[in-house]
């Protein structure tokens, strides 16, 4: 008998580079946006082959500072998809416009392509697509999608007119580092979050940041101090222009909000970024020892790697074929009696009471449903051993035995 492991689902991997980095920036006296969040940006930007990027405190801030940057409100509608967490779907009601949700492709996490056409009306101002598992969107069919409509695009501002068409805004909180046709997630869609959150494969504990790709007409500085504007408040200075010499005078253009990120998380994002090739490549080789040995059992796992894109690996989505949501509820409750944690990703939108109370009914995205009923998601992170990983298939391979 095998000995039992405790094997837990996505770890933190903090090393002396963090540490020693953070300590760094508690000794420095400035612990909030300052010098070390300007340069993790910096960092970040050029990695994604953009001119900017904005760092936040969440995904999800990036995502609705964007929706607000836009000037989409009420009366607009927001498309997204019905297999997704909520974060993808909750900031397009934050800023009071209407959730219009759209079914997975057949046999696909990622969304359908065929009908975001359909879902395309003369109030559509965005599109939320997201990124699953560390493998992004088909966003050349995107792109076509919301270009075949734009003769029903009515701009409410100038921003929205230099569009002309449906603002693509990624949620690749999963796909930092992923590429699509030799481009990085980043530069693809018109706008891209980030999730740095204590799970994903770069962490800042919490945080996010956002890119954009430029916009004909809009200068990147102006670009960038707008979203300064709507995470400090709408203060015409943040606090380390403040502490030049006689500097202290500022104005509050806006009723804003507050969602900035630190300089003791981004001095975390640093020494993680300095890493990250390394992560990477450890995320690959795990995947590609996963489908190895799962290749004799009758399930199916999500496609990382093709000639279109490249994943990131951040996450390890596992169908079993032809079973039901008892059988892989069953199958998580005894891969956690052996020690192996495990997660399902996702429950789509419809199924939960927020969405439900929207007026969304789950029979209307099959799709989805059939995604979700026999998805299960492996431990996979950079703290799992080679030996780690053949415990977490063998655990499986027996209980398909018993």
């Known amino acids: 008998m095998t000995e039992l492991r405790s094997i837990p ?74 297999y997704t967490y909520s974060a993808s779907a909750s900031v397009i009601t934050h800023v009071g416009a209407k959730v219009v949700l759209v079914d997975s492709g057949k046999d696909s996490f990622h969304i359908d392509y065929d009908g975001i056409a359909d879902a395309i009306t003369e109030k559509t101002k965005a599109i939320i697509p997201v990124d699953i598992a560390g493998v992004m969107c088909d966003y050349d069919r995107i792109f076509e999608a919301v270009e075949s409509k734009k003769q029903l695009f009515n701009p409410s501002n100038d921003l929205q007119k230099a569009f002309g068409r449906v603002a693509v805004i990624a949620d690749a909180a999963h796909s930092i580092g992923a590429t699509y046709k030799g481009k990085m997630s980043g530069e693809v869609a018109d706008f891209t979050s980030f999730s740095f959150h204590a799970v994903k494969n770069l962490t800042t504990a919490e945080g996010g940041m956002v890119t954009w790709r430029d916009i004909d007409g809009f200068d990147n500085e102006e670009i960038y101090k707008q979203y300064m504007l709507l995470s400090l408040h709408g203060q015409s200075k943040d606090a380390l222009t403040k502490t030049k010499l006689g500097a202290w005078e500022y104005d509050i253009v806006a009723p804003n909000y507050k969602c ?36 004799q059992l009758e399930v199916t796992s999500m496609k990382h790697y093709d000639e279109t894109y490249q994943s990131c690996g951040h996450l390890y989505l596992l169908r079993l074929n032809g079973e039901d949501e008892a059988f892989r509820n069953d199958v998580i409750t005894k891969m956690a009696e052996k020690g192996v944690s495990s997660n399902v990703h996702y429950k789509p939108l419809p199924m939960h009471s927020a969405y439900k109370n929207l007026g969304f009914k789950m029979e209307d995205y099959p799709n989805a449903f059939d995604m979700y009923k026999n998805e299960i998601t492996l431990p996979l992170h950079t703290l799992l051993t080679d030996e780690d990983i053949e415990y977490v298939v063998e655990s499986l391979r027996d209980i398909y035995k018993d």
């Open 9 to 82: 689902f996505s770890p933190p991997d903090i090393s002396d580079e963090e540490i020693n980095e953070v300590v760094d920036t508690l000794k420095s006296g400035w612990i909030t946006t300052g010098p070390k969040t300007k340069l993790f940006e910096k960092q970040i930007a050029e990695y994604c082959n953009t001119s900017k990027a904005v760092a936040l405190n969440s995904a999800t801030a990036a995502m609705e500072m964007t929706l607000r940057l836009l000037g989409i409100g009420p009366g607009d509608e927001v498309i997204t998809c019905a």
């Open 260 to 295: 900035n990120m630190t300089d003791i998380m981004a001095s975390l994002g640093l020494a993680q970024f300095k890493r990250y090739p390394e992560i990477l490549g450890r995320r690959k080789e795990i995947i590609e020892k996963y489908d190895a040995l799962l290749s």
